[in-house]
């Protein structure tokens, strides 16, 4: 008697388990792990992953329906991509079928065919003429200058027909090629193991300082699974390091795994990668059209690949030939998924290359305190970064491997830093007026100057002067930010936007005014009053297609420039011609009620830094600020991250707050206030049993602090309301053992049906 074949099928569902499905009518063959399946679910046709194939069933077999069709010949994830989505499941407590659902492209996830390159295709790029042509030749004809700077500031060749959909005819491209201003290139090459898609000749290696030297030889002689920590000064050649040590990978025809905090930053990365390599080399991240993610995704789960860049979801992009996974900025809140799926893509990093036994870099100018706690071969007493002495520790908890890169390359030296001290300053919109005479100084020499505020539009609030109204979004516990050029008020939380009254709702005066500064409004006040190039960059100007890409070659220019950008600016960008940094605002970090505030305060200070005379001209870089002394300031004065890091932890530990406790944190939101108040009432009872609701701290037998139901900083948000339970323990497994046996409790629960809720793991946001 023939054996009855069950496939166990991973749905994305909100429910902790597989689904059982018979084999489809007149199967030939059974199918095997890892691909796609059509099945029905209730009264829905559903895609999901074949995620085991087993003899036996918990239900009678005449209660298992049978599955509609198998949409894949050979699987999608292989088996150690399973294994890999089973402890994403497992470690941050999610659904198993959205956590593989995760791992696809959305196309794949609807069950569309794999959709390859269409070499009918035509694709343009600049030719070495009209890379070098003056922009004034185009005086007549504006549109194909439009298209010269367009093709200029990409680093790759772009379709005919997203040309035409920006506007330029086909007799346009063609006029340009005739004059041999473009010309047409290949697309990229995904399914051609035989070719490459650099577009410039291979750029050789460049000489390795001591320090870097030690580190490439130090990450090559790794055999399989090892963390380094790769923790560099800014501009001390840390991408020069990932590039030899992929040279290595390369060369014992394995693949690499580059992930990169910010989609801003990969045109940048591309172009570096491929000047140095004649490799297949593609890109992920979420502005990818949906048929770029597809052929990116199968050269890299193909092995056609040799390099896959890309933002944090990456991390799941199945690679056969996996060889070595580099973080940069490894510290960086946008690894940390928010919403959804909360997983940390770092983190991940580190467990996929136990997995696939490889090493892991991870590199910082500021390694987070979670990574520095974690290396082993470091005992910071005297903290001078070029003398730290180094350690070996017996805490066989702490893995990681720490290689310091202490000085600049090519003779760069740090920046000089100051702080100037509002409290006894003169200023216009937000500037001291000594620092725009620097500014002056700086650009009359033919240098570029930063000013950095990590806040865009005009200005953060508008008021009443007569009776103190200060209007609010209308869906969020937050003040609208008035944006000038447009003339909206805008709420960047939930991006509501409304026009401007011209009355007080309160009281009808007239007299409404703004407070505080927007990048927008540092750039209205230095047009008038210096002159040259204002550049700004946020997320309000670089909205358009190529725009980011075209502000930033015009600063690669290196003419004299004044920049004006948020965190955007902040970080993996070399400017040689950039010489003063200027950053606005930064008290705001100093008393804030999440205790990752100063860690993050101090890193974003040193990577701004960071930017600041990274050639042969020596920076200078001014904080204002109306707390000159305190301790954030003091530590930044030092320039010396590893004292930074000591003093912090310190705290942590004191306080038995992470990396020396652990967190699960469980959100609820909902339109009314005392339903998501219920919810999380009703959850703590599982976990506490005499939960007493009057209190706000109380721990389970188990040693587990429990806090709340408590508010968020911003209550209301969207138009719902928002509260949270933070679980604490000093004991990870302990913590996660718990919270297991009561997930499927939980989400049984009465009150769960009337709210929207999330569990996060190692949360980085508590607000």
């Not at 099928?9 to 063959?29: E, H, N």
């Not at 989609?263 to 000047?275: D, R, V, Y």
Request: with cysteine; charged share 25%.
């Amino acid at each position: 008697m023939d054996r009855t074949v069950f496939l166990q099928v991973a749905l994305d569902t909100p429910l902790y388990q597989t689904f059982d499905y018979l084999l489809p009518k007149d199967s030939d063959a059974t199918p095997k792990a890892g691909v796609r399946i059509e099945v029905p679910f209730g009264r829905r046709r559903m895609v999901g992953i074949v995620y085991a194939v087993t003899d036996h069933c918990n239900y009678p077999i005449e209660k298992v329906r049978r599955a509609y069709q198998v949409l894949d010949e050979t699987p999608l994830l292989q088996t150690i991509d399973l294994e890999f989505a089973r402890w994403l499941a497992h470690y941050y407590l999610q659904p198993i079928g959205q956590v593989i659902s995760a791992m696809l492209p959305s196309g794949l996830r609807q069950g569309k065919v794999l959709e390859l390159i269409d070499r009918k295709i035509k694709f343009w790029q600049i030719s070495p003429r009209g890379r070098h042509i003056e922009l004034e030749y185009f005086r007549r004809s504006p549109k194909q200058r439009q298209v010269i700077e367009l093709l200029q500031s990409r680093h790759l060749p772009t379709p005919q027909h997203r040309l035409i959909q920006e506007g330029f005819t086909p007799a346009l491209l063609k006029r340009l090629q005739l004059d041999e201003l473009i010309e047409t290139a290949n697309p990229l090459p995904i399914l051609d193991n035989n070719s490459s898609n650099s577009i410039v000749e291979a750029e050789a290696p460049l000489t390795l300082n001591l320090e870097q030297l030690n580190a490439v030889n130090t990450i090559n002689q790794a055999k399989g699974f090892k963390v380094y920590v790769l923790f560099g000064v800014t501009g001390s050649g840390k991408t020069e390091v990932y590039l030899q040590t992929i040279s290595r990978v390369l060369e014992k025809n394995k693949q690499a795994l580059v992930l990169i905090p910010e989609i801003n930053l990969t045109p940048q990365a591309l172009h570096i990668f491929q000047k140095r390599f004649q490799r297949k080399i593609v890109f992920l991240h979420s502005k990818c059209t949906e048929k770029e993610r597809h052929q990116a995704w199968y050269s890299a789960s193909s092995g056609n690949a040799d390099i896959v860049i890309g933002t944090r979801s990456s991390i799941f992009t199945p690679m056969p030939r996996l060889g070595i996974i580099i973080v940069d900025e490894e510290h960086d809140l946008s690894y940390k998924q928010q919403d959804g799926f909360g997983y940390s893509a770092r983190d991940c990093a580190v467990y996929r290359g136990l997995k696939v036994n490889v090493p892991v870099i991870l590199g910082s100018a500021t390694p987070s305190l979670e990574t520095w706690n974690n290396i082993s071969n470091i005992e910071i007493t005297n903290m001078e970064i070029n003398s730290a002495e180094l350690k070996s520790t017996k805490n066989e908890s702490k893995k990681y491997t720490l290689l310091t890169l202490s000085k600049r390359v090519e003779n760069a030296t740090m920046p000089n830093l100051y702080i100037a001290d509002l409290r006894h300053e003169n200023r216009q919109s937000g500037i001291a007026h000594r620092l725009v005479e620097k500014i002056r100084e700086h650009l009359t020499a033919g240098q570029q100057v930063l000013i950095f505020l990590n806040r865009r539009g005009f200005a953060p609030s508008v008021f009443c002067n007569d009776c103190g109204w200060i209007i609010h979004c209308a869906l969020c516990d937050a003040r609208m930010t008035y944006h000038l050029r447009e003339s909206i008020l805008r709420c960047h939380h939930c991006e509501y936007h409304t026009s401007v009254p011209e009355r007080c709702s309160q009281c009808n005066s007239r007299d409404l005014t703004t407070a505080g500064q927007g990048t927008e409004q540092i750039e209205s006040y230095l047009e008038k009053t210096i002159k040259g190039t204002v550049i700004r960059i946020d997320r309000d100007t670089t909205q358009h297609k190529a725009a980011f890409e075209k502000k930033i070659s015009e600063i690669h220019a290196g003419k004299p420039a004044l920049l004006i950008g948020t965190q955007m600016l902040a970080k993996g960008h070399h400017f040689p011609k950039l010489t003063l940094v200027i950053i606005l605002n930064s008290d705001a970090g100093l008393f804030s009620s999440d205790f990752r505030a100063t860690e993050r305060t101090l890193q974003l200070l040193a990577q701004v830094s960071g930017r600041a005379g990274r050639a042969e001209t020596q920076g200078e870089v001014w904080v204002q600020t109306h707390h000159p002394q305190h301790p954030i300031y003091q530590l930044w004065l030092q320039n010396n991250y590893a004292e930074v890091a000591r003093y912090l932890l310190q705290e942590r530990k004191a306080a038995l707050l992470p990396p020396f406790s652990h967190h699960i944190l469980i959100r609820a939101e909902s339109p009314q206030r005392h339903y998501a108040e219920e919810f999380l009432i009703a959850v703590n009872r599982y976990f506490l049993g005499n939960f007493k609701s009057e209190e706000l701290f109380q721990r389970t037998a188990e040693n587990i602090l429990v806090l709340g139901p408590a508010n968020v900083n911003m209550e209301r948000k969207a138009g719902r309301h928002r509260l949270q339970t933070l679980l604490q323990s000093p004991n990870r497994k302990a913590l996660h053992r718990m919270v297991q046996h009561k997930l499927a409790l939980i989400h049984n629960l009465p009150e769960a049906k009337r709210v929207r809720w999330r569990m996060e793991v190692d949360p980085q946001e508590l607000n």
